[in-house]
T-cell receptor, first 110, second 111 residues
Framework: SQTIHQWPATLVQPVGSPLSLECTVE??????LYWYRQAAGRGLQLLFY??????ISSEVPQNLSASRPQDRQFILSSKKLLLSDSGFYLC?????????FGQGTRLTVV | QQQVKQSPQSLIVQKGGISIINCAYE??????FPWYQQFPGKGPALLIA?????SEKKEGRFTISFNKSAKQFSLHIMDSQPGDSATYFC??????????FGTGTSLTVIP
């Protein structure tokens, strides 16, 4: 069966520090991968999606970047975090129709 | 532009009552309409989904009603229970493309 791993679960980082969130998928190949951000009490904002290794599409201009170094690995990064980067970050994969989400990372920038 | 509009933003229902959440879309290319359930601190999980070739799909206490001509679909939770308290997201996608999510509905079921 397919599973998605996302870590860390929680993270507190100071303003201006770098960020690296990792997501890996098991049990499938060539999945479409997504990073979403969910602000408190808000919906799911699509940040990046990838249809293959090295292929990244950005949905909104921001302080973040994404990379896909391997087929089943998707990384969300920032060189310098802003207070506004705080939120709940979700990785997801989609194959055919259904989307599966990771457990999320709660990021607090202080 | 919000591709999928969801209402209400929050909903309070008595135990045993019916919870109804509505969504509307504009893009007629959408052909898959899932609902996701999210508990606090967790990722969303697929609850139930429908395709536009049927008008209703039922799984246990959860039912999706779909109106293709009106471009609307809704989630009905029958006999709502406190354990149903969560945030619900509707979504829409077309084959091979990304999902567009609604803004979410926070459901609270009062014992």
């Amino acid at each position: 069966s397919q599973t998605i791993h996302q870590w860390p679960a929680t993270l507190v980082q100071p303003v201006g520090s770098p960020l690296s969130l990792e997501c890996t998928v098991e049990g499938t190949s060539n999945p479409n991968l997504y990073w979403y951000r969910q602000a408190a009490g808000r919906g799911l904002q699509l940040l990046f999606y990838s249809v293959g290794i090295g292929q990244i599409s950005s949905e909104v201009p921001q302080n973040l970047s994404a990379s896909r170094p391997q087929d089943r690995q998707f990384i969300l990064s920032s060189k310098k975090l802003l207070l506004s980067d705080s939120g709940f970050y979700l990785c997801a994969w989609k194959q055919q129709e259904e989307a599966f989400f990771g457990q999320g990372t709660r990021l607090t920038v202080v | 532009q919000q591709q999928v509009k969801q209402s209400p933003q929050s909903l309070i229902v008595q135990k045993g009552g019916i919870s109804i959440i509505n969504c509307a879309y504009e893009n007629t290319a959408f052909d898959y309409f899932p609902w996701y359930q999210q508990f606090p601190g967790k990722g969303p999980a697929l609850l139930i989904a429908i395709r536009p070739d049927v008008s209703e799909k039922k799984e246990g206490r959860f039912t999706i009603s779909f109106n293709k001509s009106a471009k609307q679909f809704s989630l009905h939770i029958m006999d709502s229970q406190p354990g149903d308290s969560a945030t619900y997201f509707c979504a829409a996608s077309s084959t091979g493309n990304q999902f567009y999510f609604g803004t979410g509905t926070s459901l609270t079921v009062i014992p």
